[in-house]
């Protein structure tokens, strides 16, 4: 619930990754997401939504094991799945910032200072609707969860985040092998002459002349 007002913030401000320069531009009427970033955002959504509900039955096992004393209501299932949502989309933010290289390093803690006081905003944000009594219970419908319930989070964390760098890791071994993993090549609409030519232009760009913008 607090992911777009804050993790936004760091993609919007996040410093261009080295060697972004040497890219060739986009053509005129490529489609704006690709193949292979349609796959990441598909990745990533199966991510948060298998974690988050398979964190709810994880629960509910726990309830009907009987080596374990605690029983979890259904208010505390709630801010477990929404926390596991939370801080799994930290994880995704933590590996997009880096569109090929590996984020288990140090540049993921340098270099976009606003990274680091999103992250922890939102941590604070989740604590505070999850605790604070009435709030928690009359406007999310949560209850306080337990440390055993925190350690389910920290593990679904970890979970996202090495399954996105696993992605990027796959990404860039097609690299080596000279796949179109930034899908610069026309895939979509044949070949790059035939998309310019049928693409519609705005009346402004007449005046720039055709030659210009085919090159």
Known sequence: MFIPGTLGFVCAVEPAEDGIMDMPPRRVGKRLIGRFLFLRIAWGTFLLTITSVGASFWALRINDDPKFETTYNSAQIRALALNVLSFGACAITMSARFSRKSSFHARSFHGNPLAGYSYAIMAVLQVFITY????????????????????????????????????????????????????????????????????PLPDEVKRFGWNELSK
């Open 132 to 199: 604070t009594p009435g709030l928690n219970e009359v406007v999310f419908w949560q209850d306080g969860i337990d440390g055993i319930m925190w350690g389910m989070i920290g593990l679904f964390f970890i979970v996202v985040l090495v399954g996105m760098e696993l992605e990027k890791a796959i990404r860039n071994i097609l690299a080596s092998y000279k796949y179109d993993v930034d899908d610069l090549e026309d895939f979509d609409q044949g070949n790059a002459d035939a998309a310019n030519l049928s693409t």
